[in-house]
């Protein structure tokens, strides 16, 4: 063991696992001389074994050693960052290492950025409650985010940097490629050709694969027949190797770039730049922040700015910066206050952290005031609404009973609906996310089946307490008791009848357009009911898989739904535990008959503009839900529920509120223009 000690013996660095310990004092660390103070501390025959086998004979052993161990930083480089990155997290102050403990997967500079930002009052009650709020848990949500987006994308470019999703990543962005050669099947697997399938790409048939087997951090490229092709590389060049030359030849011409490598990191980037893809029924984290309309003192610069103008709007101009921008600011109550506008209004900058993830919007409340503005609630601030309008934290919405059922549930008429083999087979399969294809134009009825929470390798995330009552984003409430036989254990067929007994998956056509702008849904999908339902009756649960959101986003996927949910831990019915929050990483994919019911859209020359106010004749109502995840810990996240709006007969169209709004159509619309 090796540690690096200060002036007073304490250890700051301990490398290795013995059990005697090699003391370097810092001073020498820090001048490059560890390798030196090994050579003088290790008997000559252990220090002689670190050396290459055939040292250069015109070095030191020392620089003969520095030689070796640079020829294997490569090899290496993976767990020497993973190393770097645990060390220089250690935060500093109790606070820090409060914050730290609370959120563990936070980098120490945005636990700093979290710190930054708190009162004395807020620190005690951090120290003391050992808990942060729901606009700090939200806080902290965004910079996990930003964390795992620079951790993706820097994945990209340094080997080193790796994650489990990289690969995953890595062929999504293949896959965006003009001119890839979708109709191939290309597999990348651990360990052997028949070892765990990290990830694929393409449609074809598998005994015509393009194999990649990972060794370590590197990836062989193998033939269908499993012969290796070339040395092991990085992932973009071992594919480089098992595409057929024509193939490879046209995807680089198309994108402009002299290696697959170089190609796969523009795709990223160019997704990356699109922004979060749209996520149905969304919650928004800035919903759980404190309703007040305040400004907080807190946010004010220390010190007036200088050679403001005032303008007729009430904001403050500074004078033109070097680059030909300008920063803004209001006056409220003596107090001068940063600003930025976007489209939605103008944001609160905090002094204290220009680049906070909590920036509320502001709005004038009278001739010299301004006020939060609560009407506004976007990803990056705004006041909130409680998490169901109109109800009480005594509200029967927020008691939490078990799961588990009392009596059998009754089920569809027996033998109505046959199922073949393969299809109970698939509703049994606990097959990942990597292994679907979930994309429009797809649907297989077996994943009605299938337990409708699952996890990113896809095993059921069962369901042990749920709230006794669901509201709609209306507040309409509506009983569990209605959705528990979809939500059966290990139902399989049972629960995947009282899908298919009412509702089917078919192509649209032009008897389903309510708009002309409608066309291009013409040869998709849809779903229709196959019987009558009655107004109020539950149609289902809205299910599907845990997907990594940066791969959600890379994949375009449209069918995700907002999982996500700040109601407030604590033990439920059944259970001591405390339920983890659903990972800020993640986000929910569906695959059963209800993530394919359309919406509707209001237009402007042609393009979808705004959610239709009227026209649906289905409804979801939220239910937060603890699951038990693999390692049997508790998990807490939101379960949609559908019911019936009114009467629907026997070939009856679903239309469901998506709860997109303009931004984000703008947003989807712009780009498939």
Known sequence: MVN????????????????????????????GELLYCLESALPTTEFNELLPAEPAPHRTHVENLAQRLSQTVPEHSHRLFTWLEQTLKQPGSGVEQEIGKLVPDLPASQVEEMASVLSPEQRGRLLREKSLTRQQHWEADQYLQQAEASRLLASLHLESMSTPQTPEMMLAALEQLPGWPL??????????????????????????????????????????????????????????????????????????????????RKSSQKSMAQGLIAKRAPFKRSDSFPKRHRIEPAF???????????????????????????????????????????????RLIDARSHFRAYQPYLRKHSESGWELDGTVATPFGGVPRPDFEGTAPSDSSETFVSAEPATDYESADEGAIVYTADELQHMRSSASYQQSANHLGSFERANNGRYPLRDTEGQPLRIKSIQATGRTRSGKAYSKALIMPFI?????????????????????????????????????????????????????????????????????????????????????????????????????????????????????????????????????ARFIVDVLTADQSRMRLRLSAFFATEDLAAGTELRWDYGYDEKMIKQLFSKAN
């Not at 990972?214 to 012969?227: A, L, T």
């Not at 394919?596 to 859209?601: D, H, S, V, W």
Request: glycine residues 8%; contains cysteine; aromatic residues 8%.
């Open 183 to 264: 109709s191939r099947r290309l597999e990348v697997r651990d360990i052997g050709t028949s070892g765990p399938l990290l990830c694929s790409s393409g449609t074809g048939d598998a005994s015509q694969r393009l194999l990649i087997i990972r060794e370590g951090q590197h990836y062989r490229p193998r033939d269908s027949q499993g012969r290796t092709l070339a040395e092991p590389s990085d992932l973009p060049t071992a594919i480089s190797h098992v595409l057929p030359p024509t193939e490879l030849d046209a995807v680089l011409r198309q994108a402009q770039e002299s290696t697959l490598k170089e190609a796969m």
């Open 488 to 620: 059966e254990w290990e139902g399989f067929e049972k629960v995947a009848a009282l899908y298919d007994e009412k509702l089917t998956v078919t192509p649209f056509t032009a008897a389903h357009q309510k708009f002309p702008e409608e066309a291009s849904l013409l040869g998709q999908s849809t779903v229709v009911t196959t019987k009558a339902i009655a107004k109020g009756e539950a149609l289902g649960v809205y299910g599907g898989e845990l997907v990594p959101s940066r791969i959600a986003q890379q994949r375009r996927d449209p069918y995700l739904l907002d999982v996500h949910t700040w109601a407030q831990p604590g033990a439920q019915v059944g259970s001591t535990q405390t339920p983890k929050m659903v990972s800020a990483f993640l986000s929910f994919s569906g695959d059963n008959v209800l993530s394919r019911i359309n919406t509707m859209f209001e237009y402007s020359n042609g393009t979808p503009v705004r959610q239709a106010k009227t026209g649906y004749n289905v409804e979801d």
């Open 4 to 31: 690096i000690v200060d002036e007073q013996g304490k250890t700051l660095i301990s490398l290795g696992g013995g059990t005697q310990a090699i003391k370097v004092p810092l001073a020498r660390f820090r001048k």
């Open 300 to 346: 004010a610069d220390p010190a007036p700015p200088a050679g403001l103008t005032l303008r007729a709007d009430g904001i403050y101009q500074a004078p033109v910066l070097p680059d030909g921008s300008y920063r803004y600011y209001i006056l409220d109550n003596a107090r001068y206050y940063r600003v930025q506008a976007d489209d939605s209004g103008w």
